[in-house]
């Protein structure tokens, strides 16, 4: 178990937070676990959310924006918070949601992109797999019909295992970024409505994926793979909310999640986790992605995070280092 004084400013937090410790930390009773949980609807960062959305269903407007404040990206803060989908809160805006929000042709830029979703329910999703990955973790988490959205994901796995939004341009490659936007969907999916053959075995091949190059090397000659193509992203530099990035604790916390055997493929990555610990226990918020949060949930970049020692201490658990 984690030092003393680790888990006592973990618990000096927020409901969304101290839920999490009582359960996966320090093994608390579950009734005391579920009446903790029940408080992120109506105290905290969960209430705040909450209060955060419009009378048409969205937040900030939108299904989706690059800001960290719309439809989409709300609903996933809401998940990773844990707000109990079975809630009445979660209920009423979860239908507001499915009731009011569309999708539009046009991108964030003002780029028209097609008249393939545009006016679909925000539940039934778009056309880009990291896109309909958060969607579709989200919408499975509290209880929506995710068809569309599963369907499609199976029908663009690549035949490395993985997913990639360029698939479309051609390209043949999987990128971290998106394969693990829909590893947590499909996950998800499970997780709600049970087993499923055809989801099961396409989630084991893109989990596969990144065990193969265990979560952070080139499969072809080993090397360190330190940041995505696109630059902006260093996978060793820890982020909540990781949105759709990827980076190392984020693809441990998955493998954790998805109850994996603790794979010596694995066992780099996780030692690189550990390696972050400060003198004090925590790990730090490394990095904060540029954009509108709809509201604060850590002390800074830099500074230590709750959300990330949460986190890391659950992968070490996991692994049992």
Known sequence: MPERSVIHWLLDSDPSIRWQVMRDLINAPADEVAAERAKVATQGWGAQLLALQGADGSWAGTAFNQGWDSTMHVLSLLRELGLDPASSEARRVVNLVRDGVRWKGWDWEGVWRGMEFDGNPFFAGEVEPCINGQVGASAA????????????????????????????NGST?????????????????????????????????????????????????????????KGDTLWARFAFPAWWHYDILRGLDYLRRAVVVPDERAAEA???????????????????????MPIEMDEGE????????????????????
């Open 173 to 229: 490659r999987s990128s971290f970024n998106t394969t693990i936007c829909v590893l947590e969907a499909l996950l998800e999916h499970e997780l709600a409505f049970g087993a499923n053959s055809a989801v099961t075995s396409a989630r084991l091949r893109g989990q596969e994926y990144l065990l193969e190059r265990r979560l952070f090397r080139r499969r072809s000659t080993g090397e360190v793979i330190e940041r995505d193509r």
């Open 141 to 168: 988490y509290f209880g929506q019909d995710t068809q569309r959205i599963i369907d499609r994901l199976l029908n663009e796995q690549l035949p490395d295992g993985g997913w990639n939004c360029e698939a479309e």
């Open 270 to 292: 996780v030692s690189l986790v550990a390696s972050k610990r400060d003198d004090h226990g925590r790990w730090l918020l490394d990095t904060r992605y540029a954009g509108q």
């Open 302 to 321: 830099g500074l230590p995070s709750r959300w990330n020692t949460l986190r890391a201490l659950r992968v070490l658990n996991w692994y049992e280092l």
